[in-house]
């Protein structure tokens, strides 16, 4: 494992050939995904961070040739309270996905967790369904994650 300021980083890279290609990628960027996929996507990062008290950040894009040195770069940039983040960085055109977490968060997220929901991940891009994927992984960090220790739900 490497260090990235209070980062914990999780070795859960893939780059086997497990992600489907979509066929609207050489479309402009914002036209990517439908107005619906980003709703769901929004939800999901939302109600992952609200229910366990953790920041999680999303980034889908080209991480270059460097996929860790990238998404580490892309945490530390990510805002304040890193301890606390999760960053997840999927690059489909190079089929990478990425978990980066502070020290905080990973406590709560062991690198076997992450690699799970990795796992899972891919699966899902494997049959083309790239928002799917994100939001089951996103499902999965969050109840490996569980609720604050001040957090009651109900």
Known sequence: MTRVLE????DTATSAGTMATRADEA??????????????????????SRETGLRFTL???????????????????????????????VSPGQRVVEVV??????????DRACALAVLS???A?????????IVNGLRQLSDQAGHPRGLRTH
């Open 125 to 133: 891009f494997a049959s083309g369904d790239l928002v799917g994927g």
């Open 27 to 48: 479309e402009a960027p914002d036209s990517i995904f439908s107005y619906q996929e980003l709703l769901r996507l929004d939800e999901a990062l939302t109600m992952s």
């Open 59 to 89: 980034y889908i894009g080209d991480l270059g040739p460097q996929t860790r040195a990238r998404a580490e770069e892309l945490f530390e940039r990510s805002g304040s309270d890193l301890p606390d983040s999760v960053l997840i960085a």
């Open 121 to 123: 991940m891919t699966n």
């Open 7 to 10: 980062g914990t980083s999780h």
């Open 101 to 110: 977490t502070g020290a905080a968060a990973a406590r709560r997220l062991p």
